[in-house]
């Protein structure tokens, strides 16, 4: 049974820093598509930050280019969101997702196995 456990979610000041991670259990994390989506309330779900996690594809949505950085860690299973300079508007919940299709990490549709997510909040 895959699950991924996402923690590290908090509240923060704007300008401050927090890292994500989403431990992944039930699959290995070898040559699938994995990310970070985030939906605000009143908002859709977005794409923040994926990655293929054979190779250096990455996507950021352009909110978070030079802020936010995804990564992953092969021996413990683990990706990970690290975001630095937060703002107001990054507040939402972060959801980990992963799909094991490797030919389309940008098809969004595709990404079918969810975490619960983490709540992160801002205040200015």
């Known amino acids: 049974q895959v699950q991924l456990v996402e923690s590290g979610g908090d509240s923060v000041q704007t300008g401050g820093s927090l890292r994500l991670s989403c431990a992944a259990s039930?699959?290995?994390?070898?040559?699938?598509?994995m990310g970070w989506f985030r939906q605000a309330p009143g908002n859709q779900r977005e794409a923040v930050a994926l990655?293929?996690?054979?190779?250096?594809?990455?996507y950021y949505v352009d909110s978070v280019k030079g802020r936010f950085t995804i990564s992953l860690d092969n021996a413990e299973n683990t990706l990970s969101l690290q975001m630095n300079t937060l703002k107001p508007e990054d507040t939402a919940m972060y959801y980990c997702?992963?799909?094991?299709?490797?030919?389309?990490?940008?098809?969004?549709?595709?990404?079918?196995?969810w975490g619960q997510g983490t709540q992160v909040t801002v205040s200015s």
């Open positions: 990655m293929y996690t054979s190779n250096e594809w990455k």
């Open positions: 997702a992963a799909h094991l299709n490797p030919g389309s990490c940008g098809t969004l549709r595709n990404y079918n196995y």
């Open positions: 039930g699959l290995s994390v070898r040559r699938i598509c």
